[in-house]
């Protein structure tokens, strides 16, 4: 579902003065993190529990597309939690600006419901052998007392990588949340609706809200 609605931003997309790249990469150069991006980085790692000396770092970040020097990634319920939250309370989000860093701590603090309804897989709740590693082992999917789920704050950690990465790798990092929404036909509408089953009439609602979104 997740790569249908990217799929349909793109196609809107298609047709305007941008260069759209879809699926883009980038190869982490760990030397952009020596120094101060080390100590940002372990501070998220011990908000969230961490329990290894050395945190494990991506070696490989993948985006939905990118403009320009932009990159998108269009994120899901299970991205709004209160291990997510903790994370954008760190000194990581002092340092670097991020547009969208106080919309998402309220969207964390107000959508954790619709993380327990889509969160609850094991493959996300449990996460792979690493987030039991590193986070301790989950407690009963649903549970978030105790060590609650260490899926969910391997993604939590997972994605201040992408935020602090990206800035030191020289790009601006767009995220888009479902939960946001656009004026359109003399309303507000959810993008995740809009893309969902997107209207001919509003595709340049869409485009007007996104390219605003390039500053």
Known sequence: MHQIKVDHLIQILRDSDFQIEEEFYINVNNEYLKGKGETLLAEVFEI??????????????????????FLFIYDDPVHFNRYRLSTLKSELYDTFSFAWSDSYKRLCRT???????????ER??????????????SEEPGDLSGNGSSGWKLNAYNDAQYDLLTRLHGYKLIRIP?????MTGGSLKKIDDLLLNPKEETYQAIKNWLFRKLV
Do not use: T
């Open 124 to 137: 996300v709740w449990f996460g792979p052998p690493i987030a039991s590693k590193v986070f301790g082992k």
């Open 48 to 69: 969230l529990g961490g329990n290894v000396h050395q945190f494990p770092l991506l070696e490989r970040l993948k985006f939905d597309f990118k403009i320009n020097r």
């Open 111 to 121: 959508f954790e419901k619709d993380c327990l309804k889509s969160g609850l897989q």
């Open 178 to 182: 479902v939960y946001e929404n656009i």
